[in-house]
């Protein structure tokens, strides 16, 4: 049975903005990105908002729902009481082109930082079987669909615009959990991890996990292990102490 939701839908652009009202019919089973195309086709023509495929595997629709990073199109209307207000505004940590829609470059300069797999020069293709148990443990982070919320969420980049330089964020922090834990990969990362990348800079609130849709647990599976990781490395007397005996060639 449908109702006229009240919605509340941040528009401006770069030099600023503010929150507008909007009365809207829902049908049942709609989500958020439904009202908001439907705003687009009935009041507001000029709304700005990125999506592609209305599926939860894109990423490209996030925004903030009464404060909370969410996708838009995973978030449905029946989350919300039918005399409840619903707050529609742009991811805060990134920049605003215009209305719901951010300018997320950082994310991309961050990528392009992180050295790409590097397995064995020596190694042929088909020469190498990796066990079930390596490929379980990296795919859960291949599962990430770069909507880009735990970077959002993350308050090392949304409360202090200057860490930006230094930090890479949660997205990268599993990227390089993932390179690190493969079995192939002979890249050593740990040192970048901490004096590059900002992994030091993480206190694991796990916000990051907490508004991922992928439900991927970027804190105890890739920000934690990698943390010991680069404490083992750097701090440990007896690693350190073995590194010097034992050193590779």
């Known amino acids: 049975m449908g109702y006229d939701a009240q919605f509340r839908v941040w528009r401006g652009g770069v030099d600023g903005g503010a929150l507008q009202d909007y009365s809207i019919p829902v049908n049942e089973g709609e989500v958020v990105l439904d ?3 439907r705003l687009q086709a009935t009041q507001a023509p000029d709304l700005a908002v990125r999506w592609n495929c209305k599926a939860g595997k894109c990423g490209s629709c996030s925004a903030e729902i009464n ?3 969410r996708l838009l199109c995973m978030t449905r209307m029946s989350t919300f009481t039918e005399d409840e207000v619903v707050t529609v505004t742009p991811l805060r ?14 994310n991309y300069l961050k990528a392009r930082e992180i050295p790409s797999f590097t397995p064995p020069p020596d190694l042929a293709p088909g020469d190498y079987r990796m066990k ?6 990296s795919q859960e982070f291949r599962k ?8 959002n969420t993350c308050h090392v980049v949304r409360d202090h615009e200057d860490n930006k330089a230094a930090f890479s964020g949660p997205r990268y922090f599993i990227r390089v959990a993932e390179l690190e834990m493969h079995p192939l990969d002979t890249a050593d990362r740990r040192n970048a991890s901490q004096d590059e990348f900002g992994l030091g800079l993480c206190n694991i609130t796990k916000c990051c996990t907490e508004v991922c849709p992928e439900g991927i647990k970027i804190t ?4 934690i292990p990698m943390k010991e ?12 102490l073995g590194n010097k005996l034992f050193r590779r060639g």
């Open 144 to 151: 990430c669909i770069e909507c880009f919320l735990c970077q």
């Open 229 to 240: 990781r680069v404490v083992d490395h750097r701090y440990d007397p007896l690693v350190w």
């Open 132 to 137: 079930q148990i390596d490929v379980e443990r």
């Open 67 to 69: 404060g909370r990073p």
């Open 35 to 37: 009202i908001i195309h």
């Open 93 to 106: 940590a990134f920049p605003v082109i215009r209305d719901l829609v951010t300018d997320v470059s950082y």
């Open 220 to 223: 105890d599976n890739a920000i």
